[in-house]
């Protein structure tokens, strides 16, 4: 079975600056799918980015990127430039782009990363 | 404007009491999803749609159950069996492989 591992329960940046928050994950899978989400104090999960794993080219959208390692199995998350508005818990998700027995699309999440912008 | 919409906000259930929680969906996807998150814990599926009349359980559907008779419809049922309902309630849609889209969420409180 998959599995998803954030292993920073807690993160702090200050603003303007960069902070990197890590994931990584365990599958035997060729081909699946990886996202982050965020979830701010409201607790609506909002996707951030995301990433397919045929594409060696690292995604990217406005201050947030990510570093795709497949082989070493890693999905860290960049955010440049930090504002307030980034404090928020931030989770890693996996995707199998296969289907068994029904589970096709399900998403598995990491225990998530708390962020906290200081001013 | 298109989105997933959750109702109530927040429940309060006694114990012993089934309730309902909705989900109603505008964005014309096919899948919607439940999800349960306890506090220091990620998300965890409770059961899933594919397609209208059809539905999965997911990794703890014990005590929980649902339907799927429209496709913008998808109410999940917390049932008495279930030992430990206090917790967040998130549904989410997707298309086919595409990222999941969520709700803002149910707080579910057992008193």
């Known amino acids: 079975a998959q599995t998803v591992t954030q292993s920073q329960p807690e993160m702090s940046v200050q603003e303007a600056e960069t902070v990197t928050l890590s994931c990584t994950y365990d599958?035997?899978?060729?081909?699946?799918?990886l996202f982050w989400y965020k979830q701010p104090p409201s607790r609506q999960m909002i996707l951030v980015i995301r990433q397919e794993a045929y594409k060696q080219q690292n995604a990217t959208e406005n201050r947030f990127s990510v570093n795709f390692q497949k082989a070493a199995k890693s999905f860290s998350l960049k955010i440049s430039d930090s504002q307030l508005g980034d404090a928020a818990m931030y989770f890693c998700?996996?995707?199998?782009?296969?289907?068994?027995?029904?589970?096709?699309?399900?998403?598995?999440f990491g225990k998530g990363t708390k962020l906290s912008v200081k001013p | 404007d298109g989105g997933i919409t959750q109702s109530p906000k927040y429940l309060f259930r006694k114990e012993g009491q089934n309730v309902t929680l909705s989900c109603e969906q505008n964005?014309?996807?096919?899948?919607m999803y439940w999800y349960r998150q306890d506090p220091g814990q990620g998300l965890r599926l409770i059961y899933y749609?594919?397609?209208?009349?059809?539905?999965q359980k997911g990794d703890i559907a014990e005590g929980y159950s649902v339907s799927r008779e429209k496709k913008e419809s998808f109410p999940l049922t917390v049932t008495s069996a279930q030992k430990n309902p206090t917790a967040f309630y998130l549904c989410a849609s997707s298309i086919g492989w595409r990222e999941q889209f969520f709700g803002p969420g149910t707080r579910l409180t057992v008193l």
């Open positions: 998700a996996y995707r199998s782009a296969f289907e068994y027995g029904g589970s096709q699309g399900n998403l598995i």
């Open positions: 749609s594919q397609i209208v009349n059809d539905f």
């Open positions: 599958t035997s899978e060729s081909d699946y799918y």
């Open positions: 964005l014309n996807h096919d899948a």
